[in-house]
C-alpha cells in the first residue's frame, strides 16, 4: 500500500481517537483534536485526566473507546506509544497514526505484525487534512 492509500484507509473510519488529547489548545494533542472537529469527524479524546476536551467527552483509556473507532491518532511519547499501542490493536483498532515525535518502532513493529494498518514515516494528519488554528 503506498502511503496515500494508508492514510485514505485510515480516514475512512467512521470515528477517530486522540491518544495523548489535551486541553491545553498550544498542545498538539489538542491540535489534532479540533483538527477532526473542524473537519466534521466524529472524535473521542482519551485522556485519563480529564472528562471532557474542547466540548468532546473523554475516555480514560483506549479499551474504553466505542467500538466504532477504527482510527487512533498517537500524539504521545514514544515510551507511552509502545504502551498504549497493544492495547488499541487487542479493542480492535484497525489504523494506527503515529503522529511525528510519537513513533516507536517496537509499536510500528507490532503494527505490522498483527496486519494493523500504521502511519508511523514523519505524515502529519494537521497537513493532511488542513488543520486552521482560530
Known amino acids: 500500500m503506498t502511503i496515500g492509500e494508508q492514510v485514505e484507509r485510515f480516514l475512512a473510519a467512521p470515528a477517530f481517537g ?8 498550544d498542545k498538539f494533542g489538542n ?8 473537519n466534521n469527524r466524529r472524535v473521542i479524546p482519551v485522556n485519563p485526566g480529564e472528562a471532557m ?7 480514560a483509556s483506549i479499551s474504553d473507546l466505542p ?3 477504527k482510527s487512533v491518532s498517537f500524539i504521545t511519547p514514544p515510551a507511552v506509544t509502545e504502551k498504549l499501542v497493544p492495547l488499541a490493536i487487542e ?3 484497525e489504523n494506527i497514526w ?3 515525535g ?3 518502532s517496537a509499536a510500528v513493529s507490532l503494527c505490522k505484525e ?12 494537521l497537513v493532511v487534512l488542513g488543520y486552521r488554528d482560530h
Do not use: T
Not at 31 to 38: A, N, T
Not at 114 to 125: E, H, L, Q, T
Open 53 to 59: 476536551i474542547e466540548g468532546v467527552a473523554a475516555v
Open 98 to 100: 503515529m503522529q511525528p
Open 91 to 93: 479493542r480492535g483498532v
Open 18 to 25: 486522540v491518544a495523548g488529547a489535551s486541553a491545553n489548545r
Open 67 to 69: 467500538a466504532d473507532v
Open 102 to 104: 510519537a513513533q516507536s
Open 114 to 125: 498483527k496486519g494493523v494498518n500504521v502511519i508511523a514515516d514523519g505524515s502529519c494528519i
Open 31 to 38: 491540535k489534532v483534536l479540533r483538527c477532526y472537529l473542524q
